[in-house]
């Protein structure tokens, strides 16, 4: 086949001490902006209304809907980025930067042209909105457009930070736009101006305010990103080609979401929407958490195959693929099982037995879906996106027609976490397939003996564990069965899974790492 492979060696010390940091400092980062964001999330209900956060979640729903173009391009211009520098092609950064940067601009125009036609569009002929509210809907709708536009600009500077693996500059800005957004929160619910309108105006001057501090780190930080005339030949048409089948899949998980939304408000109304968007916001949360492991991984696996670093290259996939499981599930079950008593203390008392129910299938929908990354990640290294998204997608799109169904035949509300979780797990047990096709040093067998099995145990036994617990001790003190869950449900899983669900080697590495942290001779 003509490819060379590596011996297994052990990374450098500086690529895993940069992994390992990059993973802490996103960690913390993430743990700070979800304490925020759920915090700023009550600011915003209190201030809004039921009806307008109803409101507000579908028209920022019907932008969403576009949001894959700028993460399909940033997902494309990070992949070139961070392969060239594997292939130490100083040029072709360069190259790669002005061509997203043109491709970023053109993606904008059309955007607006498109929203400013078919979006009002849709606000006015499909989506249930009081017409009391509907002036302040189209220009809540304006200003959201505006800001997911300079979020489409910032991409090729936003590219070269995540490329660089430079997380700490990644971190600080994201979390400044964290307390921006926190303090729009507050001047909303202080203004005596229309709150939609106004927080809507906000958060489009926050977006500005971001965008010029990546576009002065890109121009004082990085060399590369200086605007010049794209000399690599064909460069357009990869990076498009890329991004194409990058389009498809990126499609078809945002119309999962922003599909159902749009669903529920067609045949349920803004308040069922309203129960959907806080589910939205623990899926925010906990896919933010998902993110910040594989940023911290994608690049040094991505530079490994283009080095032709296969066996390090599988290290890395299985390290992030066991993270993602069992941090996620320490998370997850504590949050599943308590999840009335967080969301009471989270909202208040006004919270409905449906949004809990919403809240809880929607993190176990969130971690099926985390579990996808990894193998995404290994695909976008070998540019073999056709065969992988294709098979994938056409099982994703599945999803809204079957919500569609469900509804029509009078099921509940609730139902639309049955065609999601289904077809998530449909869809994955594809992608395993098509991963196998895409890149020939992976194992299905292997995948599963090295993280199915062991799992399975660990989630039967810490989730039986919360549920004995919840049963037997709320009756006596809902703050000690709450704290015990929290606490022991998080230690069960990490003791677990170090000693049933990782290797030795890879317990090895995590007793050395601590044994350096606490300089233990």
Request: aromatic share 12%; with cysteine; net charge positive.
């Amino acid at each position: 086949m003509g490819m060379t492979v590596k011996n297994d060696t052990t990374p450098t010390n500086i690529g895993s001490k940069r992994i390992v940091s990059n993973a802490i400092v996103l960690f913390v980062r993430i743990l700070v902006l979800t304490l925020i964001s759920l915090y700023s999330v009550r600011i915003i209900i209190n201030g809004l209304g039921e009806i307008d956060y109803g409101i507000y979640n579908t028209v920022i729903g019907i932008i969403t809907t576009c949001t894959f173009i700028s993460s399909v391009l940033a997902l494309s211009v990070q992949r070139f980025y961070s392969f060239s520098l594997g292939k130490n092609q100083s040029d072709m950064i360069s190259d790669v930067f002005s061509a997203s940067t043109n491709i970023s601009l053109i993606m904008a125009i059309v955007v607006l042209v498109i929203f400013e036609t078919a979006g009002c569009w849709v606000i006015y002929n499909f989506l249930t909105i009081p017409d009391f509210r509907m002036a302040a809907t189209l220009q809540a709708f304006q200003f959201a457009l505006f800001a997911f536009i300079l979020s489409l600009l910032q991409i090729p500077y936003t590219a070269a930070i995540f490329a660089h693996e430079d997380m700490r500059i990644y971190a600080i800005i994201s979390t400044f736009e964290c307390f921006s957004k926190l303090g729009a929160a507050y001047l909303m619910s202080m203004s005596s101006y229309d709150h939609l309108v106004f927080y809507s105006a906000l958060l489009m001057a926050v977006s500005l305010l971001i965008m010029l501090c990546y576009v002065y780190i890109g121009k004082t930080r990085y060399s590369e990103c200086k605007y010049q005339k794209v000399r690599t030949k064909g460069l357009y048409r990869r990076l498009l080609s890329f991004s194409s089948w990058t389009f498809l899949g990126t499609t078809a998980n945002v119309g999962l979401i922003q599909g159902n939304t749009i669903l529920l408000n067609i045949f349920f109304g803004p308040i069922m929407n309203a129960a959907f968007g806080i589910a939205l916001q623990i899926n925010n949360a906990f896919t933010s958490l998902n993110n910040c492991i594989v940023l911290a991984l994608r690049p040094a696996m991505i530079k490994s195959y283009a080095d032709n670093n296969y066996p390090y290259l599988n290290k890395l996939f299985y390290i992030g693929n066991k993270m993602l499981l069992y941090i996620l599930i320490a998370i997850g079950i504590p949050f599943i099982v308590e999840m009335d008593v967080i969301l009471h203390l989270w909202l208040g008392d006004q919270v409905s037995d449906t949004t809990i129910l919403f809240a809880r299938l929607m993190i176990i929908y969130t971690i099926c879906m985390a579990m996808n990354l990894p193998i995404t990640t290994v695909v976008q290294a070998t540019g073999k996106l056709k065969q992988y998204h294709l098979p994938v997608e056409t099982v994703t799109l599945m999803c809204v027609p079957l919500t569609a169904l469900f509804f029509s035949l009078h099921l509940p509300a609730w139902s639309v976490f049955s065609s999601m979780i289904g077809i998530c797990v449909i869809s994955h047990i594809v992608r395993l397939f098509c991963l196998r096709h895409c890149y020939r040093f992976f194992s299905i067998r292997q995948y599963v003996s090295a993280l199915c099995i062991p799992a399975i145990p660990i989630i039967l036994i810490a989730f039986l564990f919360a549920l004995i617990v919840h049963s037997h001790l709320r009756v006596q003190s809902i703050t000690a069965c709450f704290l015990t869950i929290v606490i022991a449900t998080p230690l069960i899983i990490i003791l677990l899974a170090y000693s049933m669900g990782i290797s030795r080697e890879e317990r090895t590495i995590i007793r050395q790492f601590i044994k350096s942290k606490l300089k233990i001779s």
